[in-house]
């Protein structure tokens, strides 16, 4: 898997083209895992604070 594309330029230099897609969906699931989590957590946070938990 190539996370980053590369080319050349009309003088033959390597120049970044951009980021491959391949990596689009674990990030965006990581992104939502970490928020689900912070959520739970805080709520666990805020419960435990005003003496329910």
Do not use: C, N, Q
């Amino acid at each position: 898997m190539e996370i980053l594309r590369y080319s050349r330029d009309v003088w033959g230099k390597t120049v970044l083209e951009g980021m491959s897609w391949d990596l689009f969906w674990p990030f965006v699931a990581s992104g939502v895992a970490f928020i689900l989590f912070h959520i739970v957590y805080m709520k666990m946070v805020t419960a435990k604070a005003k003496g329910h938990g």
